[in-house]
């Protein structure tokens, strides 16, 4: 006999593993299109740069950006399934110290100590969304997972 439990399973892998990875396979994705246009100087006449452009995104490095950038989109519908979007979507700001990490790295780039102050200012504030905000969003849980099984229980009264 089927029985629908009033139990909620654990997820298998934790929600912010999930944006972690949909945010760095966006960030990675970000590093090959750079690559993959790097060269292109697109300029002249906007027929010049159509022909450029659509060269530039048969490339390697455009394409796998492309595909990664797809991956990452169906990671973090996963997301948006489970999680309340107010509290995720500010998390893909960690994108934003990822991508300057490997722009470092990859491509190369200088990265001033201002930038830097910037980018400790959005780990604060995603590392301070993902300890308060995950408390409250599991307490409002935790609240209408109590007010179900109250209601539950009071239509098996006698």
Do not use: D
């Not at 760095?24 to 970000?30: E, F, H, I, P, R």
């Not at 930038?115 to 959005?122: D, N, P, Q, S």
């Amino acid at each position: 006999m089927n029985t629908i439990s009033s139990e909620k399973k654990e997820p298998l892998v934790h929600p912010l593993l999930l944006v972690l990875i949909a945010v760095t396979l966006g960030a990675v994705g970000q590093i090959m299109l750079k690559q993959g246009m790097g060269g292109t100087g697109v300029s002249g006449s906007i027929g010049q740069q159509g022909r450029i452009l659509f060269r530039a995104i048969l490339t390697p490095y455009v394409l796998f950006g492309l595909m990664l950038y797809g991956i990452s989109a169906l990671f973090w519908l996963k997301v948006l399934s489970t999680q309340e979007l107010s509290y995720v979507y500010p998390m893909i700001a960690v994108s934003y110290v990822i991508v300057t990490v490997l722009s470092i790295i990859f491509l190369r780039e200088q990265i001033s100590p201002m930038r830097w102050v910037a980018l400790l200012v959005i780990c604060a504030g995603v590392a301070m969304l993902a300890l308060w905000g995950a408390n409250k969003a599991q307490a409002q849980e935790s609240t209408a997972q109590v007010l179900e099984v109250e209601s539950l229980e009071g239509k098996n009264l006698p």
